[in-house]
């Protein structure tokens, strides 16, 4: 029943992208925030519910974005897989497991972006849209993902509390 | 009767003394001492002058720099209180003239119909250019409408709901709006890019442009109305051996910094996706 925390706070963090974030380029790119609270909800190793998260996500953005409405929902399933992935792999580095999941999510949401747009007829210039887009939208999903990491490993306690063994 | 004879005579000649004393101070035989009394007098009443208020001030001042830390508290509350209600005024001053210029565009432009919508939001994706505006069909908005401003064109409803809508920018890398160079009556392309830039396609060698040459809506096509302004040529390109030359466009409107925008509502967009071959 905690599980239904993902609507609004995905509700909440599309408002504050759209409303704030979007306003707020660093040359063409901006920071992500829902793909920010995907990536740390799904690198917490308890929550059992980040499949489901990344879907409703992936659907909300494409009701509000004009991006073709696949791109979204596969481009964040995608991104819980790859955070997954590496929490398997890097379990003991949380930190370097947080840094590497933003910076490859990023890519990855951007290269799905990027052939999404390609396929329904829009070319964009790939170096223009690593140099104004993807480097800067990195850098800022970097800068952000610490404190949204610390927000959302609270929220998963939660949702999901942890027997303290020691 | 021996004893109060001889008090009478003690009292008569103390007060004879005193008397001669006063006489002799008042005539200044005596300056030289009153003047060392008067000294010592002077300075123990500003010892003991100066101590009491030490002690006062050291009694009282506690109390003084309380109130002026609460006085403190009260006016640096007021002035933010105060700056609060000048940054509001100032908003809605700024909204104010916004408004009055769109109503002043409507009346200078009588042909058309327009609804006045508030952009809230922008698209969440970095690729695209999209805004989000707070007018949807309940106020009769329909997919296709143009959307401008009192300086020039925004761009076109892409998508509705009931309270909201989503317009593509003319900067949008997947936008193409026909257009018309006013002063050389040549008719090009106009494409957006993801930097934002606006660039003039399909312009025939020939064409005579210069820097400055305004660029309005052609019509062709059916997407918009003709005659509404885009922006101004700001740099060419042309190359012998290149089929057509290009021309770089700066927007009418700061597409960045949009608050207020007109939805043409009258306006119906024709579809020729079933003449095309």
């Known amino acids: 029943m905690k599980n239904l925390v993902a609507f609004p706070v995905l509700g909440f963090a599309l408002v504050v992208q759209t409303a704030v974030l979007s306003r707020m380029p660093l040359l063409s790119g901006t920071a992500d925030l829902v793909l920010l609270i995907l990536v740390a909800w799904a690198l917490q190793a308890q929550v059992q519910s980040a499949w489901q998260w990344a879907a409703l996500a992936g659907l909300m953005t494409a009701f509000v974005s004009g991006l073709p409405p696949y791109v979204p929902v596969v481009g964040y399933l995608l991104v819980v897989g790859l955070a997954r992935f590496f929490l398997r792999q890097i379990w003991q580095a949380p930190l370097l497991a947080l840094f590497s999941v933003t910076f490859f999510a990023t890519l990855l949401m951007h290269l799905v972006t990027f052939s999404g747009l390609f396929l329904s007829g829009t070319l964009l210039p ?7 887009i993807t480097l800067p939208g990195i850098f800022l ?4 993902i610490l404190p949204v990491h610390a927000i959302i490993r609270d929220l998963a306690l939660w949702v999901y509390p942890v027997e303290d063994f020691e | 009767m021996k004893n109060s004879l001889s008090d009478t005579l003690q009292t008569t000649v103390l007060f004879l003394v005193v008397a001669g004393i006063l006489a002799l101070a008042l005539s200044g035989s005596l300056g030289f001492i009153s003047n060392g009394v008067n000294a010592f007098l002077v300075s123990a009443q500003t010892w ?10 050291f009694l009282t001042a506690p109390r003084d720099v309380a109130a002026l830390r609460q006085r403190n508290a009260e006016l640096e509350a007021e002035v933010a209180r105060l700056q609060a209600q000048i940054v509001q005024l100032r908003s809605q001053a700024s909204e104010m003239q ?4 769109l109503v002043n565009f409507s009346r200078a432009n009588p042909e058309n119909v327009y609804t006045a919508a508030t952009v809230i939001g ?3 994706s970095p690729f695209l250019h999209y805004l989000i505006i707070d007018k949807g069909s309940n106020d009769g908005l329909r997919r296709g409408m143009p959307v401008v401003t009192e300086q020039g064109l925004v761009g076109r409803i892409d998508a509705v709901i009931g309270s909201a809508a989503r317009v593509q920018l003319i900067t949008d890398p997947t936008s193409a709006v026909n257009a018309r ?3 050389a009556d040549r008719e090009a392309v106009l494409t957006g890019a993801i930097t934002g830039d606006l660039t003039l396609e399909m312009l025939p060698q020939d064409a005579a442009l210069e820097i400055g040459d305004v660029v309005l809506t052609s019509g062709l096509g059916g997407s918009y109305p003709p005659d509404l302004i885009i922006g101004q040529v700001v740099s060419i390109r042309r190359r012998d051996s290149d089929l057509f ?4 466009v700066q927007p009418a409107v700061d597409l960045t910094q949009l608050k207020l925008v007109l939805v043409i509502t009258d306006f119906r967009p024709v579809n020729i996706a079933p003449l095309l071959p």
């Not at chain 1, 790939?126 to 140099?131: A, F």
């Not at chain 2, 003991?48 to 001030?57: E, G, L, N, P």
């Not at chain 2, 030359?245 to 770089?248: G, I, P």
């Open chain 2, 122 to 124: 922008r698209d969440p």
């Open chain 2, 245 to 248: 030359q290009q021309a770089f």
């Open chain 1, 141 to 144: 999903n970097l800068l952000f």
């Open chain 1, 126 to 132: 790939v170096e223009e849209v690593l140099s104004v």
């Open chain 2, 181 to 183: 160079l006013e002063r």
């Open chain 2, 48 to 57: 003991v002058s100066s101590r009491f208020v030490a002690i006062q001030d």
């Open chain 2, 98 to 101: 916004a408004l009055a210029a």
